[in-house]
């Protein structure tokens, strides 16, 4: 049979092109990317990739829901080139919040693009070859399938589904919305009141918008929020819906309680979704790099989370600044900002859990931005007064609504119908949709997920990259040699952060020789190769420990003093940047 060979010059990885070799037959795998996978398909599609590609893909259940749904954990790694546990390894995680529900699909999208490219592509063969993968597409598998399935807003559900009772009041979830008018959507309800009642009137341009009168206007509109009724009969209207806490509050480094803020539960991992991440993450110290996908916004988000924490070390800073920066690139428009001092304040987040207790630098993108927002040039918000605010927020509603006639046609708005409402009488119900706002519409997805995804496949691409660089062995006497080696990195992360070498957060690297007759007599840093200074270094059962690692595209010169016969294996292993291993022959 002849081998089929076609080859594509110019395809977008990151940070230009590169060339894509194809010489094996495509996988029989067929995902699309233009709709997004409820539960039931998406464990249908790991399944099937997992089955297609076992050499690759392991796939496990790390834990269930409140409501029992598997948790999906997925590993990637070949076997072929070294076990999981020898490699650097990057981890990512989707959907923590049950409406931000594209980064199931952008992790998806990389599994499935990393093993269908294998042995066709150069990045995929050696970032498969090189790194381990760890992956939980949806955390919140509860939540997700009631937005994609059920009737929600744009935002809910946000949280978990573990009843929780919001208002306080003895009782758990008894009065969420309603979808009144059946359209399949929550969405807002408005009132017509008298002249001077109101605090809201149309907009001259589009009765579909109400803006809120200025101080000395009239308003004849009430907005009177999503569409629901009082079911508890306390006099308010969706004050205790499904749910009510966030599983990206309840992470355990730098946790508030409840009082500081809201959604962060009982204690940290006190709901089965956060605690089945935590084991998942825990299980594999040899995480490096880490993605948490949220929407929406566009921005490449790095912590810390909240300012009590203070800024991260300078070291640290300087790989976040590589690779963001770079990611604005991959991902135009996207903000490479800190959490908090540019978005807002997070007790308890992914990022700063897995940052400050693996020491894995980790980012979290916020997906997709709005589609009119990215093609306006705004002056910095510091620089905007309330009234060009007010006037822009204006001008934006109305080329949101040309945007849902032209380009969504019409899909996601719910045109205003009347409906009489047992509190409020005579009302009005309509507005944006849930598909209609914070997730892409579908004929964006795809390059949602292969940008972000790209993304991700950059961010691994750097971390470290460890190669025994140079071995001279000089005989002094006997057996006794001298032996000069160089570890080198090649990529921006070293193979220990500073805040895991600050605070002790694993394993320093290690060197080490085995062999039947060897032994490390002496060992040094070697500071300065011409003066023949050495630093010594403590030696333990014919191993020396590298408490800083090998720095980003740097290297670490060593000279060892060994007794040896024959052959002998040296290693440099690293839980961070891999194991390495050489055989050295003494004669």
Known sequence: MKKLKIIFSCVFIYLGSCLISYSQPRSEIKLSFDHFYNHAELTQALQALAKAYPEFMTLKSIGKSYMGKEIWGVILNNSKTGPAEHKPGYYIDGNIHGNEIQGTEVALYAIWWLLSNYGRNELATRLLDERVFYLVPTVNPDSRDVYINQVSDPDSPRSGLKPYDDDRDGLADEDGPEDLDGDGSITMMRKKVPLGTGTHRLHP?????????????????????????DN?????????????????RNFGFNWQPEYVQRGAGDYPFCFPETAALRDFILAHPNI???????????????????????????????VYDYVGKNGEKILPGYRYIVVYKDMYTVYGGT????????GAFTFSNELDQDPLEAQRTRQPREEESPDIRAMLGQIGRLEEMEYHDLVLLGEHFSPWKAYRHPLFGEIEIGGV??????????????????RNAAFCFYHADQLPRLEIARTEIKKISGHLYQLDLSVANSRVTPSISAVAIQNKLHRPDEVRLEGKKVKIVAAGYLVDEFRQLTRPIKVRQNRLLIENGVPGFGRVNLRLLIEAEGQADLIYDSLKGGLKRKTLSFD
């Open 288 to 318: 490096a790099g880490a993605q948490s996908f949220h929407n929406y916004g566009g921005m490449i988000l790095r912590g810390p989370g909240a300012r009590n924490m203070g800024e991260y070390l300078p070291a640290d800073r300087q």
């Open 232 to 248: 508890d009969g306390d006099g308010l209207i969706n004050e205790d819906g499904p749910g009510g806490y966030d599983l990206n």
């Open 205 to 229: 341009d589009d009765p579909r918008i109400l803006i809120r009168i200025k101080p000395g206007e009239k308003g004849d509109y009430l907005l009177l929020g999503e569409e629901g009724i």
């Open 433 to 450: 949709k849930k598909f209609g706002r914070r997730v892409p519409p579908t004929f964006r997805l795809a390059e949602t997920c292969h």
């Open 351 to 358: 990022i700063d859990f897995i940052y400050n207790v693996l």
